[in-house]
């Protein structure tokens, strides 16, 4: 299994071919930032990072994966309209709502330099690309119920069979010897909290049958609703907009 995807890279991990080839300016400076960023976030937005988790454990491949919210579908979409904040909101405003629930952390001012990093990379992504149009490989796919209910008992038998090989038995993830990671944490302390997107069974499932296992998806959309619901329901922090409690309280 490449571990790229999963990786958040170090300090000194080389820049991929196509931006090392920027011209050294300020502006591919910022770029450049944004890619590390995205690709080892507690490393280099660790005053606002909250967990284990980078961006390009969601956003595949560096935000580049479709059917994983690339980043060339996403940045042409915005301004739009986010039911979690019930407004219209900016791209900017959407990373400060990732590092509040994906990230577990603070979300940063909108002038903070991880935030105009991570615009201009995500606007490098989707550079050529049409504005306003809804490009194939958006987002995550919706997947249709499918007549039986999300069973947590078989999600369990199936994460035992597909997923803890890369994500370790008790969900808290597994590193190289280099300290990366293989496979990031789907719950508890390190992952995301229970106000991040991926606590609805329905998106996690979505990204599940697009995406698991890495490379080899090949998942029945039964399958993927079953592990998002195993996954969604172990315990991880609470929603910040509800407080302590519902760290505690079931789902």
Not at 1 to 21: H, K, R, T, Y
Not at 200 to 220: C, V, W
């Amino acid at each position: 299994m490449p571990a790229i995807l999963f990786a958040s890279a170090g300090s000194d991990a080389p820049l991929p071919p196509d931006l090392q080839e920027l011209s050294p300016d300020k502006h591919s400076q910022l770029i450049q930032l944004g890619y590390r960023i995205f690709t080892a976030t507690p490393v280099y937005a660790r005053r606002f990072s909250g967990n284990a988790l980078s961006c390009t454990n969601c956003h595949l491949g560096a935000g580049t994966r479709a059917h994983a919210a690339p980043m060339w579908a996403a940045w042409a979409m915005y301004p739009s309209y986010l039911v979690k904040a019930d407004r219209v909101s900016t791209f900017e405003e959407r990373v400060q709502n990732c590092f509040r629930f994906s990230l577990d952390g603070l979300p940063p001012p909108l002038d903070a330099e991880e935030i105009r990093a991570l615009a201009a990379y995500s606007q490098w992504r989707a550079k050529g690309k049409p504005v306003g149009v809804e490009l194939p490989g958006r987002g995550f796919p919706t997947l249709a119920r499918t007549g039986s209910d999300p069973n947590r008992l078989r999600g369990k038998e199936l994460y035992r069979q597909k997923c803890a090989v890369c994500h370790a038995g008790d969900g808290t993830g597994i590193r190289d010897r280099d300290g990366r990671w293989l496979g990031p944490p789907l719950w508890g302390w390190s992952s995301f909290n229970k106000g991040a997107g991926f606590q609805r069974i329905e998106l996690l499932a979505g990204f599940i049958k697009a995406n698991m296992p890495l490379d080899n998806a090949n998942l029945s959309d039964q399958d993927a609703f079953d592990l998002a619901a195993w996954i969604t329901s172990q315990w991880r922090k609470p929603d910040p907009r509800r407080g302590i409690l519902s760290g505690v309280l079931p789902n």
